[in-house]
């Protein structure tokens, strides 16, 4: 089985940053495709970002490239999601989960595809 917990959120400014972790504990990291979700209140989750196991490859969503990088350690056994130019329609609940098998080229940002989800953290951006 595997661990996953989020750290970092808060509440932050428009225009702010925040870096959002996942670390994972439980099995093997090194072989996982990870993603951040995230779900505000009365809305379906949405995708946010995935990276694969080898960090070479990164897909983001339109609503956020250009402003959050996705990224891992994982001799820390650590995804990050670094977020700047916030913006208040990115308050939501942010996941991080974890896919296995071979990194997709296209359905990375569909949740029922992922296995492991974290407790879920908040992110608040004041207008």
């Known amino acids: 089985q595997v661990q996953l917990v989020e750290s970092g959120g808060g509440l932050v400014q428009a225009g702010g940053s925040l870096r959002l972790s996942c670390a994972a504990s439980g099995r093997t990291f090194s072989g996982y495709h990870m993603g951040w979700f995230r779900q505000a209140p009365g809305k379906e989750r949405e995708f946010v970002a995935a990276?694969?196991?080898?960090?070479?490859?990164?897909d983001y969503a339109e609503t956020v490239k250009g402003r959050f990088t996705i990224s891992r350690d994982s001799g820390k056994n650590t995804v990050y999601l670094q977020m700047n130019s916030l913006k208040p329609e990115d308050t939501a609940a942010y996941y991080c989960a974890v896919r296995l098998g071979i990194y997709p080229s296209s359905d990375y940002d569909v949740p029922a595809r992922y296995v492991h989800w974290g407790q879920g953290i908040q992110v608040t951006v004041s207008s």
């Open positions: 990276i694969s196991w080898s960090g070479g490859r990164t």
